[in-house]
Structures are given as C-alpha cells and as structure tokens.
C-alpha cells in the first residue's frame, strides 16, 4: 500500500533559520508529489507540486522541494523562515495511474519564535 | 468567496444519531473529495466524484457512511448510527478534472460524538 512518512513531528526555529522538513513516501510507481500547508485556523492549501520535469520545485513564500527518485523522498526548505510560516505542513502523493486520491503523510507543526 | 464551502463547520452529536455534510465545490470542478482528518494525523481518503458518478471509495467508509453528488454539483456525506470514533474533521475538495489538478480545499466540518 502506498505511504508518506514525515519524519519530524514537530519542529521549532528561530526566525532567519533555514528549515528543511523531510518527506518519503512508498510506491513503486510514477507519482505526483505535493506539499500542503495548514496556516492556524485557514484551509488546507497547495504549497508546491511536482509532476514531471526539473526535480527542484519552487513554490510560494519561498518555498522549494526536491524530488529525489532514488531515495523516494521530497523533502521540503526554505533559507530562511519567518515567523508567518508557523503551520502545519503536509507532505502528499497521488499515483500518476489514479490522479484522484491524495495520500498524505502525518503532518509537521511548524513553530517559528520571533 | 468562490472558494469550497462546507456545512455545517461545527457539529456535536450523541452516539447513534444521523448526520449529514454538506459541501458546494468551485463551480466549474467536476471532481468533489471526501477526506477525514483525525487529531494528529493527515487527512484520509474517504471517496470521490466525477459530475455526479463515485468512482473510488476507501474501505474506511463503513457501511454506516454514504455520499451523493445528485447532480454533480454540491454533495452530502451522511453518517448513519454515529459513533465516537467518527469524531473527526470531515474535509471537502474539488478539481477540475485532468491528469494532475491541484484539489482545492473547504474549511471542514468538525464533527464530535459524544
């Protein structure tokens, strides 16, 4: 069965820190990869995508994440985070074969002291 | 706000009672999710639409759970025979349809089943 393991469930920066947040996921197949991020009392929503193509995404607020195939991981960072970006981010994987439902890992809780 | 919208977003129930969830998509998404999100974790697949045909269920929807998209615009999730461990936050998304569409997300409807 596929899976998205997180490996840190809660992680807690000085702001200007730079932060990288881990993601592995288990299928043996072509995937689509995603990061969503939950900022407090706001919907859940996209952060980065990767379908195909450059295996460096960047996405909003400064965000990127590399698809690294071998490993099977998409680990999420920034260079320097800002107290705005305290969230919950969730890492996510939908089969390229069924690009209906999304699988997601557990989620980290992201706490950024001013 | 053309946003997912949800409803209700807060819903407290005694154990063996029905309820029923509301969720109106983006206009122009044909395809309508259903995730549950328990305390801790990441959101879980829970079934999905095309206009108004389900296409895919989890084994997590007990046979207590039932969703409908009549007309293939807004869909309801009923619970029947509720109990305590449905309390969850039930989350609505929608896509257009193709191959890797980004799901848009709704607010959730948190339920608790005393």
């Known amino acids: 069965a596929q899976s998205v393991s997180q490996h840190n469930h809660h992680v807690i920066l000085s702001e200007a820190a730079s932060l990288e947040l881990g993601c592995n996921y288990s299928?043996?197949?072509?995937?689509?990869l995603f990061w969503y991020v939950q900022y407090p009392g706001q919907h859940l929503q996209l952060l980065l995508k990767y379908f195909s193509g450059d295996p460096l995404v960047k996405g909003i607020k400064g965000f990127e994440a590399e698809f690294i195939k071998s490993k099977f991981s998409f680990n999420l960072r920034k260079p320097s985070v800002q107290w705005s970006d305290t969230a919950e981010y969730f890492c996510a994987v939908t089969p390229y074969s069924s690009a209906s439902k999304i699988i997601f890992g557990s989620g980290t809780r992201l706490s950024i002291r001013p | 706000d053309t946003g997912v919208s949800q409803d209700p977003r807060h819903k407290i129930t005694k154990r063996g009672q029905n309820v029923t969830f509301r969720c109106d998509p983006i206009s122009e998404h044909n395809r309508l999710y259903w995730y549950r999100q328990t305390l801790g974790q990441g959101p879980e697949f829970l079934t999905y639409?095309?206009?108004?045909?389900?296409?895919?269920k989890s084994r997590l929807l007990s046979d207590r759970f039932s969703a409908e998209r009549p007309k293939g615009s807004f869909s309801t999730l009923e619970i029947q025979r509720t109990e305590q461990g449905d309390s969850a936050m039930y989350l609505c998304a929608s896509s257009p349809q193709g191959q890797g569409e980004t799901q848009y997300f709704g607010p959730g409807t948190r339920l608790l089943v005393l």
């Open positions: 299928y043996g197949g072509t995937v689509n």
């Open positions: 639409f095309q206009n108004e045909a389900q296409l895919e």
